[in-house]
Nanobody
Framework: VQLVESGGGLVQPGGSLRLSCAAS????????MGWYRQAPGQQRELVAG???????NYVDSVKGRFTISRDNAKNTVYLQMNSLKPEDTAVYYC?????????WGQGTQVTVSP
């Protein structure tokens, strides 16, 4: 199993980023996927999840600002992040939503700063 996240970077408050996660070694089209984040000194938290059928859930702090989507043909899940805030600064990871596997990817760093 391999999960490869990309798309992070440094952005000013109010800016946008689009994260991508390419998955291999899992039956992607049948798996609910999630985006997680871990800020320094904090526990990893689920930010957004999407089922194979397209049902979606977000943590309250990102509702209305982040959009999760998936492309089953490309085995890829995306996270569009708008109106970014300094408190969104974290390393972002993707993984299965309901049963995260142990082999996390390297993540992608998102830094929101003036």
């Amino acid at each position: 199993v391999q999960l490869v996240e990309s798309g992070g970077g440094l952005v000013q408050p109010g800016g946008s980023l689009r994260l991508s996660c390419a998955a291999s070694g899992i039956n992607f089209r049948f798996v609910a996927m999630g985006w997680y984040r871990q800020a320094p000194g904090q526990q990893r938290e689920l930010v957004a999840g999407i089922t194979p059928g397209g049902s979606i859930n977000y943590v309250d702090s990102v509702k209305g600002r982040f959009t999760i989507s998936r492309d089953n043909a490309k085995n890829t899940v995306y996270l569009q992040m708008n109106s970014l805030k300094p408190e969104d600064t974290a390393v972002y990871y993707c993984n299965q939503w309901f049963a995260p596997i142990d082999s996390w990817g390297q993540g992608t760093q998102v830094t929101v700063s003036p």
